[in-house]
C-alpha cells in the first residue's frame, strides 16, 4: 500500500511536469484518463500499475529506460509525451538548467506535505522546486578477502573525494 500511496504522489506530479492532458480522451487535467510514466526499468511491480488503474480508473502508460544519457535524450526531444518522469538525483540539476522541466506546483500535490524532513530540498533540488523523492536506498561493497587480502581501513576510503555526499561508508568482508 506504501508503494501504491508513492505511485499515486508520483502521477499527481502530472499537473507540473509539462502537460495539461488537454490532447488526452478526457479532454482536461481534471477529467485524464491515463498517465504516461517514464522510468528505469524494473522500478515498480506490474502488479502495483495494474491495482493504480484498477483503483483510479487511470490507464498507465509505462515508458522505460535503461540509463540516464538515454532518458535525459528522450525526455528533451519528446516534447509533452510524459506526465510524470522519475530521474536520477544528478540529473535534476542539469534538465532543470536545459528548462526541461516546469518547478512543481505543489499545491496540487497534497501528499507532498508528507515527505520528511530529511528528503525535502535535497543538494540536487535546494529550493524543491523540480523534484520529489520515489524512493531511496543505500549501497554497499562487498570484497573476497582472498582476492583483497589488504586489510580495508576503517572511515572513508581514499577514493571517495571529500565533500562528495557519502556521510558514512562500511566495509564488509567475505571470506570466500
Known sequence: MRKLAIVLACCALLSACGKSNAGKAGGS??????????MYSEYIDPDLVQKFEKETRLKI???????????ISKVSSAGDQYDVVVVSDHAIPVMAARGTF????LRKIPNARNVSKRFARPPYDPEGKYSL?????TMGLVYRTDKLPVSCPRGRPSWIPPG?????FSWIQCAT
Request: negative net charge.
Open 164 to 168: 562528495s555526499r557519502v556521510r558514512w
Open 133 to 137: 523523492p520515489y524512493q531511496w536506498g
Open 61 to 71: 502508460v509505462l515508458d522505460t529506460y535503461e540509463n540516464t544519457e538515454e532518458m
Open 102 to 105: 516546469r518547478a512543481l506546483e
Open 29 to 38: 487535467p481534471a477529467q485524464a484518463t491515463s498517465v504516461t510514466v517514464f
